[in-house]
Nanobody, 118 residues
Framework: QVQLQESGPGLVKPSQTLSLTCTVS????????WSWIRQPPEKGLEWIGY???????DYSPSLKSRASISRDTSKNQLILRLSSVTPEDTAVYYC????????????WGQGTQVTVSS
């Protein structure tokens, strides 16, 4: 079974760059689609972007200018970077695997809380 684990600092100051890592076990990031999703307090899930098996990325239009998704295939890790953060970026951040067969996210990490505050 695929397992995903997010990690990174829980507190980031405004204007800094948020950097999170997702470590994938029992699955290869060189196959499939791998997404970052977040949920601000008392709000719904928001798709940030994805990186596919070949390293191609795509992003939500609202975050495209600030978000960057990359990968380290040797470590089977996904990396999310979000620049120029504000308190509006406070959220629980998830990485997830997307299944084209079921049109759904079949595996999720547990999520990591990120708070943007000075």
């Amino acid at each position: 079974q695929v397992q995903l684990q997010e990690s990174g600092p829980g507190l980031v100051k405004p204007s800094q760059t948020l950097s999170l890592t997702c470590t994938v076990s029992a699955g290869s990031i060189t196959t499939g689609y791998w997404s970052w999703i977040r949920q601000p307090p008392e709000k719904g899930l928001e798709w940030i972007g994805y990186i596919d098996y070949g390293g191609i990325t795509d992003y939500s239009p609202s975050l495209k200018s600030r978000a960057s998704i990359s990968r380290d295939t040797s470590k089977n890790q996904l990396i999310l970077r979000l620049s120029s953060v504000t308190p509006e970026d406070t959220a629980v951040y998830y990485c997830a695997s997307y299944s084209p067969e079921s049109w759904s996210y079949d595996y999720w990490g547990q999520g990591t809380q990120v708070t943007v505050s000075s």
